[in-house]
């Protein structure tokens, strides 16, 4: 019989207490706070300051800061861009976050971000929903969840914690992102359409400039990203919607207009479908805003 292997926990991730996906107008702000546990702030979209007793921190997109416990700090907004965080509160074997007393601002690789994104969706799945007001102090409740969902969460963010150390440690990759993970033969097609999101793109535009068949291109991009070329460019436009609404500098015709829909009642409808909220609504449900 061949013996049992134990294996080297490195990092232990002993729970969570609040996970949340703000989404900020330009003029959030909130007073210093402390808890007696971990958080991990990632900017998914625009810019922050984050704030604490002896420095502040301007972080942009793609970029995360952990605050240890008892550390008094805030996320606020930057008064130029509204913002979407994804805050993630937890405790941890002490041993293994040692690296993180000393780094406190990382920027994300793809892999990385990938690692978070699954976390996202297993929280989904444990949560039911993810909290998006600052103000919702509800405790995190996993009783109606999908077999696995939190085990994969604890999983998931275990193995992005240390893999963020790899990469900010090892001499082969320092100064270099990893690798990404797979071929993702959609890139391209993602990054075009994420650089045409105030214009009118069709799956035959799509076809005609990437060399494919329709049934091709779209096989290709569901297999990486789960949705079809048209539902993902549909989405961008309703992302890019809420943000210019958290600005606050345009009108609703405005913003339908700048995005490049029919009118502002296809508009209006295609926000509510994807958010559940109409345009003004959603301004209204804001956190932070006046």
Same mark, same amino acid.
């Given at each position: 019989?061949?013996?049992?292997?134990?294996?080297n926990?490195?990092?232990?991730?002993?729970?969570?207490?609040?996970?949340?996906?703000f989404?900020?107008?330009?003029?959030?702000?909130h007073?210093?706070?402390?808890?007696?546990?971990?958080?991990?702030?990632?900017?998914?979209?625009?810019?922050?300051?984050?704030?604490?007793?002896?420095?502040?921190?301007?972080?942009?997109?793609?970029?995360?800061?952990?605050?240890?416990p008892?550390?008094?700090?805030?996320?606020?907004?930057?008064?130029?861009?509204?913002?979407?965080?994804?805050?993630?509160?937890f405790?941890?074997?002490?041993?293994?976050?040692?690296?993180?007393?000393?780094?406190k601002?990382?920027?994300?690789?793809k892999?990385?971000?990938t690692?978070?994104?699954?976390?996202?969706?297993?929280?989904?799945?444990?949560?039911?929903?993810?909290?998006y007001?600052?103000?919702?102090?509800?405790?995190?409740?996993?009783?109606?969840?999908?077999f696995?969902?939190?085990?994969?969460?604890?999983?998931?963010?275990?193995?992005?914690?240390?893999?963020?150390?790899?990469?900010?440690?090892?001499?082969?990759n320092k100064?270099?992102?990893?690798?990404?993970?797979?071929?993702?033969?959609?890139?391209?097609?993602?990054?075009?359409?994420?650089?045409?999101?105030?214009?009118?793109?069709?799956?035959?535009?799509?076809?005609? $400039?990437?060399?494919?068949?329709?049934?091709?291109? %779209?096989?290709? /991009? &569901?297999?990486? +990203? @789960?949705? #079809? =070329?048209?539902? !993902?460019?549909?989405?961008?436009?309703?992302?890019?919607?809420?943000?210019?609404?958290?600005?606050?500098?345009?009108?609703?015709?405005?913003?339908?207009?700048? $995005?490049?829909?029919?009118d502002?009642?296809?508009? %209006?409808?295609? /926000? &509510?479908?994807? +958010? @559940?909220? #109409? =345009?003004?609504? !959603?301004?209204?449900?804001?956190?932070?805003?006046?």
């Amino acid at each position: 019989m061949q013996p049992l292997v134990n294996v080297n926990d490195v990092l232990e991730i002993k729970g969570f207490h609040n996970i949340y996906y703000f989404e900020f107008n330009k003029h959030h702000t909130h007073p210093l706070e402390k808890h007696s546990f971990w958080e991990m702030v990632y900017v998914d979209m625009g810019e922050i300051i984050a704030v604490s007793k002896d420095e502040s921190l301007n972080l942009e997109g793609g970029q995360v800061i952990f605050r240890e416990p008892d550390e008094e700090h805030a996320h606020i907004s930057d008064l130029k861009s509204s913002n979407n965080l994804l805050v993630i509160s937890f405790s941890a074997d002490e041993k293994g976050m040692e690296f993180f007393k000393k780094n406190k601002v990382f920027t994300l690789d793809k892999t990385l971000k990938t690692l978070l994104s699954l976390f996202v969706k297993e929280a989904q799945l444990a949560m039911g929903k993810i909290p998006y007001s600052y103000y919702d102090l509800s405790p995190l409740d996993f009783s109606g969840e999908t077999f696995g969902a939190s085990q994969l969460m604890k999983n998931h963010f275990a193995e992005f914690l240390i893999k963020l150390i790899r990469n900010n440690t090892s001499s082969e990759n320092k100064g270099k992102q990893l690798r990404d993970v797979g071929d993702n033969k959609a890139q391209p097609i993602e990054e075009y359409l994420k650089e045409h999101i105030y214009d009118d793109v069709s799956l035959g535009d799509l076809c005609e $400039l990437f060399y494919l068949r329709k049934s091709q291109l %779209s096989a290709v /991009f &569901k297999e990486f +990203t @789960g949705k #079809s =070329p048209m539902k !993902y460019f549909a989405n961008l436009k309703i992302e890019e919607a809420k943000k210019l609404l958290r600005d606050d500098e345009l009108s609703v015709s405005e913003i339908s207009y700048k $995005l490049n829909f029919s009118d502002i009642y296809s508009f %209006s409808r295609a /926000f &509510k479908t994807t +958010t @559940g909220f #109409s =345009p003004s609504e !959603y301004k209204k449900s804001i956190s932070g805003c006046k």
